[in-house]
């Protein structure tokens, strides 16, 4: 475009100039073309051997490299490749913090557990020792992975999952153990572990609505549990026997309480987020 009305500027047979009349508005060209053809339009002013021509074609280059700089500068920087990659790796490894180490912890003892604890026949007092060290560094865990995830900000969605897997895990393979052994009723351990999968269960029946949170009642029924089951995998007579089976019943007390509690929170949470989302419903009708 800048070509064509060139010729009438410098007249027949006077490339030079035409060259040199070109020459200062060679990079006006150039600016000009990064709204429309870019370098390519600059281009067509190299006409004639003169040394004004001969300008005019590096004003036209200057120009060129105006317009390449600014059409560059609009696409602005790109992305470098494999980013999306390098994100990914880098949130992978957040997955790799100290309250998951500690919850992977806790699964990699449970078949440790339970290997203990029914090693030669399951009645040998060292071997259940070592299974209710095994059992109480597990509980323990449980009470600083959470800790640290809230209090450091460590939150990740594989802890979500797998932190109540190895809680229920542990807890599970101590009372299938223990009742396989006949040191705990059947129906104690039926209690316990359809208390927590039936709450498990409820929790995903109301999360459209809302979370359920845990009670005080929630965390004094897993202290009693974890110190009776505690109790009952060592290999106790006389008195702490007796006291066991106490502290036992405490916590199948608190296990019904606190499940019939989340019951009604759940039924609770459930219709007021029906009736909240009825009443938006007709708000937005209106």
């Given at each position: ?224 549990q974890g110190i009776a089951v505690g109790m ?55």
């Amino acid at each position: 475009m800048t070509g064509v009305p060139a010729p009438a500027a410098g007249g027949s047979g006077a490339p030079g100039t035409r060259g040199a009349a070109g020459a200062p508005d060679a990079p006006r060209a150039g600016i000009s073309g990064t709204g429309t053809t870019g370098s390519g339009t600059t281009g067509s002013p190299v006409v004639g051997t003169s040394a004004s021509g001969t300008g005019a074609s590096s004003a036209g280059a200057a120009g060129a490299g105006v317009s390449g700089t600014g059409v560059s500068g609009g696409q602005g920087p790109k992305a470098p490749r494999g980013g999306k990659l390098i994100d990914a790796a880098v949130n992978q490894a957040s997955v790799w913090n100290v309250a998951n180490l500690l919850t992977m912890l806790r699964l990699v003892l449970v078949p440790g557990f339970v290997a203990l604890m029914l090693a030669d026949g399951g009645y040998d007092p060292v071997w259940r020792a070592w299974a209710w060290a095994a059992f109480a560094v597990a509980m323990i865990t449980d009470v600083f992975d959470g800790h640290l995830a809230r209090t450091y900000n460590l939150v990740t969605d594989f802890g979500k999952i797998a932190d109540p897997i190895a809680d229920k895990a542990i807890m599970g393979a101590a009372l299938i153990c223990l009742s396989y052994l006949g040191d705990l009723p059947w129906w104690v351990t039926g209690v316990i572990l359809g208390r927590e999968l039936g709450i498990t269960l409820l929790r995903f029946w109301v999360i459209r609505y809302g979370v359920i949170p845990a009670s005080r009642g929630g965390k004094l029924k897993t202290l009693t549990q974890g110190i009776a089951v505690g109790m009952y995998v060592l290999a106790l007579t006389g008195p702490l026997a007796t006291l066991r089976f106490w502290v036992m019943a405490g916590a199948v007390a608190l296990t019904v309480v606190t499940g019939a509690d989340y019951v009604r929170q759940a039924i609770v949470l459930r219709r007021e987020g029906i009736a909240e989302r009825k009443a938006a419903a007709e708000e937005a009708e209106a």
